[in-house]
T-cell receptor, first 113, second 113 residues
């Protein structure tokens, strides 16, 4: 079992560009949550996908959007990148949103210059 | 308002010593409380998970306690090792129709020789 995987590992983008991050959940999990973690801070909840629908959303602007595919994998898209979007983006998977057992991926480090 | 607080913000201890990290929460209705260890630039890794009826859970040198009445939890690390240097995050879930996850800000632990 590969656990939660994320790609790419690192990414450098320029202000104003768009980026897509990808996540494959742990086998048997159908819910994917995305978090943004700035340096030295705790993870901040972006949104959660279940059954290909956005089920919960944190306090993030519409520039942040996502998608979940029938195989439960997910993408996080960020448009019109700002310098403040530089962070570690974490994906976590669970079974039907039950946070009793939530597994995190290794993260994608996004740097916006 | 659902909130999780952790103390201390940071801690430096000598290798081999014990330490205790604190977590206070105001989350309702309570579902479960988890402690995660996060190495710098990596995804969080689950250490312990406790539900309402559990007041202690161990994982090797890590022992978590939960007092659901006072809404407090602690993570005790015994015989610390250099590899224990990391951020320790307390995460509390509120049970609604699905779990809502609230992250604490984390405690940064440095173990020095």
């Amino acid at each position: 079992d590969a656990g939660v995987t994320q790609s790419p590992t690192h990414l450098i983008k320029t202000r104003g560009q768009q980026v897509t991050l990808r996540c494959s959940p742990k086998s048997g999990h159908d819910t994917v949550s995305w978090y943004q973690q700035a340096l030295g801070q705790g993870p901040q909840f972006i949104f959660q996908y279940y059954e290909e629908e956005e089920r919960q959303r944190g306090n993030f602007p519409d520039r942040f959007s996502g998608h979940q595919f029938p195989n439960y994998s997910s993408e996080l898209n960020v448009n019109a990148l700002l310098l403040g979007d530089s962070a570690l983006y974490l994906c976590a998977s669970s079974d039907n949103g039950l946070a009793y057992e939530q597994y995190f991926g290794p993260g994608t480090r996004l740097t916006v210059t | 308002k659902n909130q999780v607080e952790q103390s201390p913000q940071s801690l430096i201890i000598l290798e081999g010593k014990n330490c205790t990290l604190q977590c206070n929460y105001t989350v309702s209705p309570f579902s479960n409380l988890r402690w995660y260890k996060q190495d710098t630039g990596r995804g969080p890794v689950s250490l312990t998970i406790m539900t309402f009826s559990e007041n202690t859970k161990s994982n090797g040198r890590y022992t978590a306690t939960l007092d659901a009445d006072t809404k407090q939890s602690s993570l005790h690390i015994t015989a610390s090792q250099l590899s224990d240097s990391a951020s320790y995050i307390c995460v509390v879930s509120a049970r609604t129709s699905y779990d809502k996850v609230i992250f604490g800000p984390g405690t940064s632990l440095s173990v020095i020789p």
